[in-house]
């Protein structure tokens, strides 16, 4: 069995300037980015690279659409290197433009072609949360066989960057409640990796349980100091990130991305925010069924981490979440008691590579009561 699988060489800069030194970035060069980071951080570089902006094809997470219609912008020859430069939208468009374009968006989705290396590509990623700069998944909204809208992955290790720059100042333009959801995903993958029952190694679990560990004292930090204490932790949360990434690639996520992926697909919730409107519920489940397991274990780390009773743990755990981003019920985001039904089942057709990662057998009628109890 694999240990773990670290494939990007990783660096650290204080500024963009530094690591656009460093990479002697050229006309070979495409970045991919938002306007809103392109203008205070790379604007007065005035680098002679192409730059392409994700926002004028679309708003949001990734398309079908959207990853068509770059495709058809960007001509697959004119660029060598691939720059990355922002959240997890850009990490799995990124992903996808290092690749040697072999058919559809569609049908590299459902796995029709094959997945094939073109480009060299660094990601430097400019939120706290997707961990997606070292990891194998590009994730997109698509229409399944029977033209129902969800989110799917693209799994390969073809996929995953060549180098990784964390660049903590890149961060500073980030909203707080962004910044918050993001840094709560990064949690997520840290604490769904734990959990994994048959993929989870030794190694990942040091990273995983690091990540949790410098993400929670931030959050102690961020909820005794306001807001803007948040300014003097980046370096910890984005690293923190990037290691939750590294331990969910080797023992992957579970039933919190499962489940949030229609949520998200449908009702284009962002994806920290559908991650947590699900996580303390799917906890409280895996301590209900199986107490005696791992999740014994993660409730200790996490009374270890808060300084409180492993048995209040979880309610810890939420209590501190909620001084960070208020928990919200499934209904607000306009999830409707009719989904419940069809939302089990497109996570049980469309998210098994998942759900094989569930701490506890994943049922319809498990992902129903979560479902009906977060509504």
Known sequence: MR??????????????????????????????????????????????????????????????????????????????????????????????????????????????????????????????????????????????????????????????????????????TLPFKPFAASAIDALIHAVESYLSPSRATLTSEQFGVRAMEMILEGFRKIGEGGPEERFTLLDEFVTAS????????????????????????????????????????????YDAIKPDGKINEFKKLIARILGCRPEDALNALAALEEKILHLKPLREYGFKQEDIGLFADSVLKNQQRLIINSYVPLTRELIVEIYSECY
């Open 242 to 285: 990037c290691y939750a990434g590294i331990a969910f690639l080797q023992a992957g996520c579970a039933t919190v991305h499962a489940m949030s992926f229609p949520l998200g697909g449908t009702y284009h919730v962002p994806h920290g925010e559908s991650n947590y409107a699900l996580f303390g519920k799917v906890l409280e489940k």
């Open 3 to 172: 240990e773990i699988l670290i494939k990007p060489e990783l660096y650290k800069f204080k500024a963009f300037e530094e690591f656009a030194q460093e990479f002697k970035l050229g006309k070979e060069d495409l970045v991919l980015t938002n306007e809103f980071i392109y203008t205070p951080f790379m604007k007065a570089s005035n680098l002679e690279c192409t730059y392409i902006f994700q926002e004028k094809f679309g708003a949001g997470e990734p398309s079908e659409e959207m990853i068509t219609d770059i495709f058809n912008a960007i001509d697959e020859n004119s660029y060598k290197r691939i720059i990355a430069i922002g959240g997890g939208a850009i990490m799995d468009l990124g992903k996808l433009l290092s690749l040697k374009r072999t058919g559809s968006v569609h049908d590299l989705y459902f796995k029709k072609v094959d997945v094939v290396k073109a480009k060299t590509m660094i990601a430097i990623p400019t939120t706290c949360g997707t961990g997606s700069e070292v990891t194998n998944i590009s994730v997109a909204i698509v229409k399944d066989e029977a033209g129902k809208t969800t989110k799917l992955g693209l799994v390969s290790d073809q996929i995953i960057p060549d180098v990784v720059c964390l660049i903590p100042d890149l961060l500073k």
